[in-house]
């Protein structure tokens, strides 16, 4: 971690501590406004680390959300915690706009002591905690003993993240009403349903919470974004690295900035976003970079990844069978679309592959369907 980001994490989690005393009062005074009642409860288990922001936690936030204004169908109260041994001493993410107050586990099982039910909504990299030899999940466990109904739903937001299944079989054997949500329509199929063994529904990936501004090619800058991410751990990996696809980049394209997104708020991002005619994301592919830069009217440059992308985006020429072709190809693409024709055509063909898989009204209508019982495969 560098010298900056190293200060920055010790300054948010001094403030943080400073701040503890009127954040615990906070946190008392919410629960009895919003849970003194309760005895049905939907509970989400959420990274720690208040001062961060990655698309799994923009969506967990946005689906909690929705979570939240379908109590007339599920009849529960809704709420959200650090998994236990978690000493975060703030209570709400703070790099972007959201409602999610966040209980420390401790919390739970002080507020949270005597429900009928509870539903509990365990994220992908956090399931393999999930057993009973983590003497830190001692008090899940303690808690979920004197709880008389227990539904688990297993939150796939990354099927490169699940654990070995005999991790999820621990879960399901622990907990036999289990199901799994998925964030991918490309993974959410009968197969994946076989293979997990439990019932599958899709939720799909939504980002953001707040509307995104969406501008024309003429309103755009000669502005490059392109995320943070490492290219070696993705399965179209390469032996080259992303500082030289930049530097041919940038080689041959002077006229244009390029700006890594890391270590800003959310806003600023999305004003980045916005403002950029292109992104490139060396990640999986098919994430909120791409997508996101799509909705603010831009162009987005990827490695296909067959893993994530369904067929809607096969052969689209900003999509790349490999980093290599990449680094080949995509100066002479930004050259191509860099005019208001060639940029609009295209650009209104990425947004409606883009339109017809992710809306917040697709998403909303999906969690409703959870809710209902109306799984894709049961």
């Given at each position: ?32 406004q ?31 959300n ?9 009849g ?18 703070r ?33 393999s ?26 939150l ?11 991790k ?10 289990t ?31 707040t ?106 020429p ?15 693409a ?45």
């Amino acid at each position: 971690m560098s010298i900056k980001k190293d200060f920055l994490k010790f300054k948010h989690q001094l403030k943080s501590f400073v701040s503890q005393g009127h954040h615990k009062s906070f946190k008392k005074k919410y629960f009895k406004q919003h849970y003194s009642d309760t005895k049905k409860l939907i509970l989400f288990f959420v990274p720690a680390g208040t001062d961060r922001i990655n698309g799994g936690i923009l969506s967990i936030c946005t689906i909690y959300n929705i979570v939240k204004k379908l109590k007339d169908i599920h009849g529960c109260d809704v709420v959200a915690s650090f998994l236990p041994g978690k000493s975060e001493t703030d209570y709400q993410y703070r790099k972007f706009s959201n409602e999610m107050i966040i209980y420390t586990f401790k919390e739970i099982e002080h507020y949270f002591g005597d429900l009928d039910f509870a539903e509990i909504h365990i994220p992908d990299v956090m399931i393999s905690a999930f057993n009973k030899g983590n003497k830190r999940m001692a008090p899940f466990f303690r808690w979920t003993e004197k709880i008389k109904s227990i539904k688990i739903n297993l939150l796939n937001q990354n099927d490169l993240f699940m654990p070995p299944i005999e991790k999820i079989d621990n879960v399901k054997k622990m907990f036999p009403n289990t199901t799994m949500t998925m964030a991918h329509k490309r993974y959410a199929t009968l197969e994946k349903r076989n293979y997990y063994g439990v019932p599958l529904h899709l939720f799909s990936a939504w980002l953001s919470p707040t509307p995104y501004n969406r501008r024309a090619f003429s309103e755009k800058e000669n502005l490059v974004i392109y995320s943070p991410d490492k290219i070696q751990w993705v399965p179209n990996s390469s032996t080259l690295t992303k500082e030289a696809i930049l530097a041919n980049l940038k080689a041959k394209l002077p006229h244009y900035t390029f700006v890594e997104i890391t270590n800003m708020k959310y806003d600023t991002y999305k004003d980045y976003a916005s403002r950029a005619k292109f992104v490139i994301t060396f990640g999986e592919g098919l994430d909120g970079y791409l997508i996101e830069t799509i909705f603010s009217g831009g162009i987005s440059f990827a490695v296909y990844n067959e893993i994530f992308f369904t067929e809607d985006f096969k052969n689209l020429p900003t999509l790349y069978s490999s980093f290599d072709e990449m680094n080949e190809k995509i100066a002479d693409a930004i050259k191509q679309y860099d005019n208001p024709e060639t940029f609009k055509e295209y650009q209104d063909k990425l947004d409606i592959i883009v339109n017809k898989l992710y809306s917040f009204n697709m998403l909303e209508n999906n969690v409703k369907q959870y809710y209902l019982h109306n799984f894709d495969f049961k």
